[in-house]
């Protein structure tokens, strides 16, 4: 998995690339973590690269979202490919979370 990470005024963008699962999880929290503690509480998860998320991965971004919604911030997804949106639609995910079709659609909501 290879994390990218996108600054500007009002947003940060990570977009994931690869498998998130039990072996690299912990990359993907500490980043999410580092960020809520420098007060970034806009975080913005490009998914359009990820091409498998195992419960360790959404066990992440539910973790991020209530950390996040707690800080009155926003915690969006976009990009799901059609296979990891099938899993958040068979895990209730897409109820919890604000999951948008690309980066330009997401961005408007912060």
Same mark, same amino acid.
């Given at each position: 998995?290879?994390?990218?990470? %996108?600054?500007?005024?009002?947003?940060?963008?990570?977009? %994931?690339?690869?498998?998130?699962?039990?072996?690299?999880?912990?990359?993907?929290?500490?980043?999410?973590?580092?960020?809520?503690?420098?007060?970034?509480?806009?975080?913005?998860?490009?998914?359009?690269?990820?091409?498998?998320?195992?419960?360790? /991965?959404?066990?992440?971004?539910?973790?991020?979202?209530?950390?996040?919604?707690?800080?009155?911030?926003?915690?969006?997804?976009? /990009?799901?490919?059609?296979? %990891?949106?099938?899993?958040?639609? &068979?895990? /209730?995910?897409?109820? &919890?979370?604000?999951?948008?079709?690309?980066?330009?659609?997401?961005?408007?909501?912060?």
């Amino acid at each position: 998995m290879n994390l990218n990470e %996108i600054k500007n005024d009002k947003v940060v963008i990570i977009e %994931i690339e690869g498998r998130l699962d039990t072996t690299n999880y912990n990359q993907l929290e500490k980043k999410l973590l580092e960020n809520i503690e420098s007060n970034n509480k806009n975080l913005l998860i490009d998914c359009a690269k990820m091409d498998y998320v195992s419960s360790s /991965g959404l066990r992440i971004f539910l973790m991020a979202l209530k950390k996040i919604t707690s800080l009155n911030g926003k915690f969006v997804l976009c /990009g799901l490919q059609e296979n %990891i949106a099938e899993i958040f639609e &068979i895990s /209730g995910f897409t109820s &919890i979370f604000q999951i948008f079709e690309n980066q330009e659609m997401a961005l408007k909501v912060f």
